[in-house]
T-cell receptor
């Protein structure tokens, strides 16, 4: 069975600072991994996904994530936070070979201070 | 850019009433998902359709929830009767196929009083 743990329900950074949102996964088979962003009262937007190609994945809005099998991690980073990055971020896992049956983490709310 | 449409965006109802939510997926997408997102949690899958057939409804509370996708295009999720614990965001997503990226609609926020 797959599961995802997001460390830190709330992360606060200053504008221009590094953003690091942590995600660890558990999977009995090689996984596919995803990061989604959700703005207030809106649906989820795909930021990036790992589907067993390159371990360093670049997404939209300057975000990237690195798949580390040895650490069972898929942390999301952005070198310089912008005020518009304030939102909730969800890590999700699915069985390798399929982007269905997504299992989501509980989310991390990112605040960006001016 | 094509989007998943959902209506209504907001719904307030009283306990024991019936409610229904509608979803229109991106044109050509064969797979449709309904998720429930409780405040402060990630989305949880309720039901998955492949065309008009249900492929996974293991997490759907079937005593009160029902879902249909009669012509394999748009879909309706119904709750009857609604309970206080059903207050949540209901998200619809679609993908070209089961192996493909899911695209989410804006959701319906349900409040049960």
């Amino acid at each position: 069975a797959q599961s995802v743990t997001q460390l830190g329900s709330h992360v606060s950074v200053s504008e221009g600072a590094l953003v690091l949102l942590r995600c660890n996964y558990s999977s009995s088979v090689p996984p596919y991994l995803f990061w989604y962003v959700q703005y207030p009262n809106q649906g989820l937007q795909l930021l990036l996904k790992y589907t067993s190609a390159a371990t360093l994945v670049k997404g939209i809005n300057g975000f990237e994530a690195e798949f580390k099998k040895s650490e069972t991690s898929f942390h999301l980073t952005k070198p310089s936070a912008h005020m518009s990055d304030a939102a909730e971020y969800f890590c999700a896992v699915s069985k390798g070979g399929s982007q269905g049956n997504l299992i989501f983490g509980k989310g991390t709310k990112l605040s960006v201070k001016p | 850019e094509a989007e998943v449409a959902q209506s209504p965006r907001y719904k307030i109802t009283e306990k024991s009433q019936a409610v229904a939510f509608w979803c229109d997926p991106i044109s050509g997408h064969a797979t449709l998902y309904w998720y429930r997102q409780i405040l402060g949690q990630g989305p949880e899958l309720l039901v998955q359709f492949q065309d008009e057939s249900v492929v996974d409804d293991s997490q759907l509370p079937k005593d009160r929830f029902s879902a249909e996708r009669l012509k394999g295009v748009d879909s309706t999720l119904k709750i009857q009767p609604a309970e206080l614990g059903d207050s949540a965001m209901y998200l619809c997503a679609s993908s070209e196929g089961r192996l493909d990226t899911q695209y989410f609609g804006p959701g319906t926020r349900l409040t049960v009083l």
